[in-house]
């Protein structure tokens, strides 16, 4: 199964060649779905139908690329939604489960601000077939702009970067607050997030668009810096990181009223905490003492990486590389993809 796909021109083109590359895979991992969580309910199909109306409004890239998907493996873009909205779905019926820890480290200097940054993907491996299906996408537009993400098949985006030097990280957090009906979609978001070439005009679109439920996120863009953002659909959060590393796992950090609300530290099975002081213990303070190899040791570190680990990736925006384990992976192999 190839875990590399390229996929070049306007958005819609690009949604058709990846429902080519990937049609069978994306109809495996929905019928999955379909089997596991039961048929979609007329509540769901309700939040669907407002999901694809707040995709078009919102994220006109994202919403291309999927209307393009739909139309060549022929399934309705609604009932397609429901693997972009697999994640608003399983935070609405509270089915908590351990998820992601991720890390940004910089060095800023006269000339430039160089950084790695790295993150694994953790989620229950029966509900997404082991991460069998995972793979990146090599996206380049029409304007010539260069895209490199990892993802499921039929999901818009989990983490990636692009030629601008951006890169985007994800990890759950949570309080309780939802938006579902006018909110974006997780995936959808971060796709949008990287059509953008600075990464200051990402924040303002993550900031000013309808956000669905909360997440963190950490951005970085080569040459510039970074920012850690803790957001809810009404409170958007940010943290700059110009100089040294910052580290998250699932439990808010940086926003003392969030630090009130936040789920995962009154959830005593969490192991949040201690994936936490793991990394923050792992990864150096300055980008100079952390080299792409020693961020792929990071990663596949226990407790770092577990038995829910489905990929573990680090980006190294200055070279335009992307290094990547998959699960199934012999001795935590990394693949490189290069924009």
């Not at 999955?32 to 995709?55: C, F, P, R």
């Not at 697999?86 to 019926?93: G, K, R, S, V």
């Not at 910089?106 to 509900?127: A, F, R, V, Y």
């Not at 630090?259 to 959830?267: E, L, M, N």
């Amino acid at each position: 199964m190839d875990r590399s796909i390229i996929v070049n021109g306007p958005a819609f083109k690009r949604g058709q060649l990846l429902g080519q590359f990937k049609g069978s895979s994306i109809k495996t991992l929905l019928n999955h779905k379909l089997k596991s969580n039961a048929a979609i309910s007329s509540e769901q199909q309700t939040y669907l139908l407002a999901a694809k109306k707040n995709l078009e409004k919102y994220t006109p890239v994202c919403y291309e690329e999927l209307c393009g998907l739909s139309q060549t493996i022929e399934i309705e873009l609604a009932s397609l939604l429901y693997l972009s909205c697999e994640y608003e779905l399983w935070m609405e019926n509270s089915r908590v489960s351990e998820k992601c820890t991720g890390f940004i480290t910089t060095k800023q200097t006269s000339q430039k601000n160089d950084l790695i940054m790295g993150q694994t993907n953790d989620e229950s491996p029966e509900e997404w077939l082991g991460g069998s299906h995972d793979f990146v996408c090599h996206h380049t537009d029409d304007k010539g702009l260069r895209t490199l993400i990892y993802t499921h098949p039929g999901i818009p985006a989990y983490m990636g970067m692009n030629s601008a030097g951006l890169v985007m990280l994800w990890q759950y957090i949570d309080n309780g607050e939802r938006n579902l009906m006018n909110g974006i979609p997780t995936t959808a978001l971060i796709r949008e997030a990287l059509t953008y070439t600075h990464l200051r005009d990402a924040l303002q679109f993550i900031e000013s668009v309808p956000r669905a439920v909360p997440n963190n996120y950490i951005l970085g863009q080569s040459g510039v810096g970074g920012v850690n953002i803790e957001c809810t659909p009404t409170i958007f959060h940010k943290r700059e990181i110009k100089k040294g590393s910052f580290c998250h796992a699932n439990h808010i950090l940086t926003h003392e009223k969030l630090k009130a609300q936040d789920i995962s530290r009154t959830r005593t099975s969490s192991t949040s905490q201690i994936r936490q002081e793991a990394i923050e213990s792992l990864v150096p303070q300055t980008c100079s003492e952390l080299s792409v190899e020693k961020a792929k040791k990071v990663l596949t570190t226990s407790p770092v990486f577990y038995d829910r680990t489905l990929a573990a990736m680090v980006f190294a925006p200055m070279v335009g590389e992307m290094h990547i384990c998959f699960k199934d992976s012999p001795r935590h192999h990394f693949l490189v993809c290069r924009i």
